[in-house]
């Protein structure tokens, strides 16, 4: 039987994870490739940054192996040992398809295949790092790299429009093809199943039912521009505006200083990292979304899944799924006055709120699961041909 791996990165795990005996729970990333892969009758083999996860249970027949894939591509170290264990599998499982994924996990995919003469490989970018904006170094080293190893690869996807264009430029191995996709999907039979008392919810944070809420999820870090998002809450001046940040990171100091320096500090809720995400978009009013860089935003999918108009940067992924004044409302990342502007117009007006919750409602159904299964089904059948 032939045999296909999936790997991709993630952040490096705490030794306890690394260790962790759990399950392994799959994720939209990984779930429809893996389903289409087995369905297909490859014998299929799942990298996960787990020690010696071989007999870790998982809700897929699949074999487990430690992928050692993590985020930073200058860990020379970790992505050493990521290669040795990848061509550990190719050697000893007959593997005829590797499908990486993400920067880290598409680089080391791409040199075993390459190594090895694996019959097709895959890449799906979840956002390249060479986007409009991106720093120098992004936009020529990493840029070069990926049209290198473009040389390799048999299939691109792509989940965003300007990555798509991008894509289409790099030369791939002869017959390969560009593709786009809606994502990784989500899963909107959950949202259907979300029951939350908005009343009550409220006063567990303090908070009254005429408060106009804005929420984010999110690291706390540089690259999704929280700061610009507390500065506008300052500048439209309403006190009934509050502004919910779930997340945790290295700028929670900084932006703390900065609530405090605006005199906006009882209205800026950092609640840390919550399990109860999606039943706090359910009361919020407003999804506010600064972000510098995005691939394809999961966080904006869900609140879209929720029924909350969007205030966002006009960047990729965001352009993507976001439909201007029906929607919600876009912003080049640096307008202070233009996310302020649109905060107050919607703070006002609960029949333009009510208006984009409708709309946002029905346009999120395009990035359901079940859709971006299918996609990937054609994907396969196209580059791997029916089994």
């Known amino acids: 039987m032939a045999g296909y791996v999936f790997l991709s990165n993630s952040t490096k795990p705490t030794s306890m994870e690394q260790n962790s005996r759990d399950e392994v729970k799959l994720t939209n990333v990984s779930r429809p490739c893996l389903q289409t892969a087995l369905d297909m009758g ?87 790092h060479f986007y409009n904006g991106a720093p120098l170094f992004n936009r020529t080293i990493l840029k070069c790299a990926e049209k290198i190893m473009a040389h390799w690869t048999d299939a691109i996807i792509t989940m965003n429009e300007e990555d798509y264009q991008a894509a289409l430029k790099f030369q791939v191995r002869k017959g390969g093809k560009i593709y786009k996709v809606h994502g990784v999907g989500i899963t909107l039979d959950d949202f259907k199943n979300i029951h939350v008392n908005r009343n009550v919810k409220r006063q567990e944070l303090g908070l009254k039912d005429s408060d106009i809420l804005c929420i984010s999820a999110g690291d706390l870090v540089v690259r999704k521009n929280y700061k610009i998002a507390i500065e506008a809450i300052a500048k439209c001046k309403n006190s009934n505006v509050h502004y919910l940040i779930c997340g945790e ?139």
């Open 42 to 128: 490859y014998e299929v083999y799942f990298g996960t940054n787990r020690a010696n996860p071989e007999n870790l249970k998982c809700e897929l027949p699949v074999h487990l192996y430690d992928s050692h894939s993590y985020r930073s591509i200058t860990a020379l170290k970790d992505n050493w040992t990521a290669y040795k264990n990848l061509s550990n599998i190719v050697k000893n499982g007959n593997i005829d398809v590797i499908h990486c994924n993400t920067p880290v996990g598409g680089m080391v995919g791409r040199f075993v295949g390459k190594r090895f003469h694996v019959r097709k490989v895959i890449y799906t970018a979840h956002g390249f």
């Open 249 to 387: 990171g290295p700028e929670k100091q900084n932006l703390l200083e900065t609530a405090k320096e605006l005199g906006v500090e009882d209205r800026i809720h950092f609640l840390g990292f919550r399990k109860d995400v999606k039943e706090l978009m359910m009361i919020s009013d407003i999804f506010l979304f600064t972000t510098f860089q995005e691939g394809m935003p999961r966080s904006m999918m869900e609140a879209m899944a929720c029924g909350l108009p969007c205030i966002a940067s006009k960047i990729r992924g965001n352009v993507d799924l976001l439909d201007e004044e029906k929607g919600g409302y876009l912003r080049d990342v640096d307008d202070l006055n233009g996310f302020s502007g649109c905060i107050s117009e919607l703070s006002k007006n609960s029949e333009i709120r009510e208006r984009m919750k409708e709309y946002n409602l029905e346009a999120i159904k395009e990035y359901d699961v079940s859709k971006v299964k299918k996609e990937i089904e054609m994907i396969y059948k196209e580059v791997l041909g029916e089994k």
